[in-house]
């Protein structure tokens, strides 16, 4: 079975840091793009970054403006989602979500993690 | 970037009726995109990919169709498991963008 099991969230005051961790597994982690997807409480979904196989090209959404920086580790079979200056407007369920398949241009989101809170307030 | 228009906002019915929901792009999309179900506590599903392609598993209840910027997601019989917030999403265009969520509820 395919699973995503994410961790790492929490409180954390404005400008501050916090890394995110997506587990993998069911599957063969290195021969996937991979996303994490945020949703604001009871607001709707916004890509937030992207990564491919080996961890050599990744983008962010404009919104990121250089805080978050995501990398992989295929050997671990693990995803990470590092976010720095954090702001209110961060506060968020994060999804560690995978490309639908192995192709590049399978940007379909499948399947996704159960997501992790990341709360950002004084 | 490419905005998605979902309407309506929400939609009340009974099980048994069908629903209709909508997305219409600021651009044309080609065939590229999908819909996914989100239910209160957990993450989105996705149900329908290239406009009219279910996912794995999903019923065929379930059925879309559209291209260029006009798209539909038709219950053809609601289920009580239906009701939910669907999500459009485009894969014309970095970044890749969903819309606002129609609502399903019970009637």
């Known amino acids: 079975e395919v699973q995503l099991v994410e961790s790492g969230g929490g409180l954390v005051q404005p400008g501050g840091s916090l890394r995110l961790s997506c587990a993998a597994s069911?599957?063969?982690?290195?021969?996937?793009?991979m996303h994490w997807v945020r949703q604001a409480p009871g607001k709707g979904l916004e890509w937030v970054s992207r990564?491919?196989?080996?961890?050599?090209?990744?983008s962010y959404g404009d919104f990121v403006k250089g805080r978050f920086t995501m990398s992989r580790d295929n050997a671990r079979n693990t995803l990470y989602l590092q976010m720095n200056s954090l702001r209110v407007e961060d506060t968020a369920f994060y999804y560690c979500?995978?490309?639908?398949?192995?192709?590049?241009?399978?940007?379909?989101?499948?399947?996704w993690g159960q997501g992790t809170l990341v709360t950002v307030s004084s | 970037e490419i905005v998605l228009t979902q309407s309506p906002a929400s939609l009340s019915l009974s099980p048994g009726e069908r629903a209709t929901l909508s997305c219409r792009a600021s651009?044309?999309?080609?065939?590229?995109l999908a819909w996914y179900q989100q239910k209160p506590g957990q993450a989105p599903r996705l149900l329908m990919y290239?406009?009219?392609t279910r996912a794995t598993g999903i019923p065929a209840r379930f059925s879309g169709s559209g291209s260029g910027t006009d798209f539909t997601l038709t219950i053809s019989s609601l289920e009580p498991e239906d009701f939910a917030v669907y999500y459009c999403?485009?894969?014309?265009?970095?970044?890749?963008?969903f819309g606002g969520g129609t609502t399903v509820e019970i009637k």
């Open positions: 979500v995978r490309n639908m398949g192995p192709d590049a241009l399978d940007w379909w989101f499948d399947p």
């Open positions: 069911g599957f063969t982690f290195g021969s996937y793009w």
């Open positions: 990564i491919n196989y080996d961890g050599r090209s990744i």
């Open positions: 651009q044309s999309l080609r065939n590229y």
């Open positions: 290239d406009a009219s």
């Open positions: 999403q485009q894969r014309t265009q970095w970044p890749l963008t």
